[in-house]
T-cell receptor, first 112, second 115 residues
Framework: GDSVTQMEGPVTLSEEAFLTINCTYT??????LFWYVQYPGEGLQLLLK?????DKGSNKGFEATYRKETTSFHLEKGSVQVSDSAVYFC???????????FGAGTILRVKS | KAGVTQTPRYLIKTRGQQVTLSCSPI?????VSWYQQTPGQGLQFLFE???????NKGNFPGRFSGRQFSNSRSEMNVSTLELGDSALYLC??????????????FGPGTRLTVL
């Protein structure tokens, strides 16, 4: 079945460091890809999305590029802040009306 | 626009009891999806309702059920609670229109603890 694999955390970085969280997927066809963020005690917020190969999603300094050849959608940010500390989920959706399939989540801790 | 609201936010039940959770979607949204989040299994899809009809269903036992009302509010019910049902239950709403890659907006969740 369809699945999403994320790098295990926690990832601990100093403020202003470069962030990469790896995400790869297994799915037939051309899924849409998403990154969600969950802050402590809150629900999930959509961070960015990409709907076709080579699309780049970006928001709040975060970026991810849909790479069909490597089935990847790695999340990057050039300079993280303490406020970026959260859990990040990579997800896919096969069809326009299909369910979201999530990765296990990666905890990010940014220290000042 | 008000966001997705879920009630109650916290709930403690004992094994064998049943529970009903409520979700009010964003105004104008007709699709409501439910997800279960646990440390062991992560985020798993329960079901989706659109215009009062279940449109999609995950791999959960029949103890988990849901419904949607004409105003798009949704409830999910878990009967005969088990310890393993302890989780954060998240509701997500979207416009649900076909032909559009729509965003799902999540509520803060209901934290269910089964003792």
């Amino acid at each position: 079945g369809d699945s999403v694999t994320q790098m295990e955390g926690p990832v601990t970085l100093s403020e202003e460091a470069f962030l990469t969280i790896n995400c790869t997927y297994t799915a037939t066809g051309y899924p849409s890809l998403f990154w969600y963020v969950q802050y402590p005690g809150e629900g999930l917020q959509l961070l960015l999305k990409a709907t076709k190969a080579d699309d780049k999603g970006s928001n709040k300094g975060f970026e991810a590029t849909y790479r069909k050849e490597t089935t990847s959608f790695h999340l990057e940010k050039g300079s993280v802040q303490v406020s970026d500390s959260a859990v990040y989920f990579c997800a896919l959706r096969k069809g326009l009306l299909d369910k979201l399939v999530f990765g296990a989540g990666t905890i990010l801790r940014v220290k000042s | 626009k008000a966001g997705v609201t879920q009630t109650p936010r916290y709930l403690i039940k004992t094994r064998g009891q049943q529970v009903t959770l409520s979700c009010s979607p964003i105004s104008g949204h007709r699709s409501v999806s439910w997800y279960q989040q646990t440390p062991g299994q992560g985020l798993q899809f329960l079901f989706e309702y659109f215009s009062e009809t279940q449109r999609n269903k995950g791999n959960f036992p029949g103890r988990f059920s849901g419904r949607q009302f004409s105003n798009s509010r949704s409830e999910m019910n878990v009967s005969t609670l088990e310890l393993g049902d302890s989780a954060l239950y998240l509701c997500a709403s979207s416009s649900g229109r076909s032909g559009v890659v729509y965003e799902q907006f999540f509520g803060p969740g209901t934290r269910l603890t089964v003792l």
